[in-house]
């Protein structure tokens, strides 16, 4: 009995980082110093309070749990709105105080539910236009857009270049953005589930109530535990175990006939290109040669221009005639103790076969391929 007394009313523990905790609250603090100075002159101090409980409740928010579905901008601008409105009408027409400040309250999450606003602290800023005193009573619509309209603009502003200023956060959830078809999960069959955007949305509605977590984050979160569990399971195994050691590298000036010829001659469909200290500076790929064929003036089949790209004549000193000047650039490199699960979803993301691996001064000292860590789990998971 004891034991349920205990976790019924002490919470889960908060995997938050401390710079997370501190930044969190040092952010909303330069936020609520703008919003009070600029409520004080419309509502006067006696109605300043009910104006910055609603703004301090969304800082909360906006800082504390910025990608949060709460927290994006439509919530938090048309939550506070529908409900200041909800709030002013309930006290005009509604004459008992307590039914207007019930129906306020109710009415407003229900309006919140069906125009996809739903925004907690909203409903502070309709219940203060019904028992925030004389001061806002006498503002009555006024009240909608001055105090609190402008200071959710303005809130919104803050939030917007403050999460963004900081590395790591990102702000609103819908800045920067990538449209994923498909859960980006480690393992290439091990232990992997794949599922689509489409599948985690009817997921969420069948549960049937509301997830404070936008479905980036689940996709996250499942994709990391993943991972995890995958490297568990293989072990610790680094690209510096996997990787193939000093591997033919490339200069800037190398002639492409003669870089064609060693790729060939060797079997590479990528060679890293580094500078005169053996730092990556670029790749260069069988694709890259043909991109460059096929752009190339003239006509033909591809194979001659390629051809004639290699074998230069007089009449083209103004086309490529050197490695750098067709290889892919900047160069995507991976840590030579990187553990070979993170590499998969580097491969995945970036869309490559091949990865210069670099060692902690960033020179090249090693290669690694999808086929390498495809080895390397078949042989540690059998």
Known sequence: MLQRLIDFFLP?????????????????????LFIAGLSQPFVGPQGLPYVVASMGASGVLLFALPQSPLSQPWPLVGGHLISAVVGVLCYRYVPDLRLAAALTVGLSIALMYFTHSLHPPGGAAGLGAVVGGSEIHELGFTYVLVPVGLNVLLLLAIAMVLNNAVNGRRYPLSLGRKRQRFARLPGWGLGRASFSD?????????MGVLMDISREDLNKIYSLAVLEANKRRLGEVACRDIMTPDPLALEYATELEQAWALMQAQGLKAVPVVDRFRRVIGVVTVADFVAHASARKGRGPLLERLGRMLGRSPEQED???????????????????????????????????????VDERKKLVGMVTRADIMRAMSVCCL
Do not use: C, K, Y
Not at 198 to 206: C, N, P, S, T, Y
């Open 198 to 206: 489409r599948d985690l949305q009817a997921a969420l509605q069948d």
């Open 319 to 357: 086309e490529e005639t050197v490695i750098g000047q067709i290889m892919s650039t900047p160069a995507i490199t991976v840590a030579a103790e990187r553990h070979v699960m993170e590499v998969i979803n580097v491969f995945t993301e970036a869309g490559i076969h091949h990865l210069p691996v």
């Open 12 to 32: 889960e523990r908060l995997l938050v980082s401390s710079r997370e905790r501190w930044l969190a609250a040092f952010l909303a603090f330069v936020a609520m």
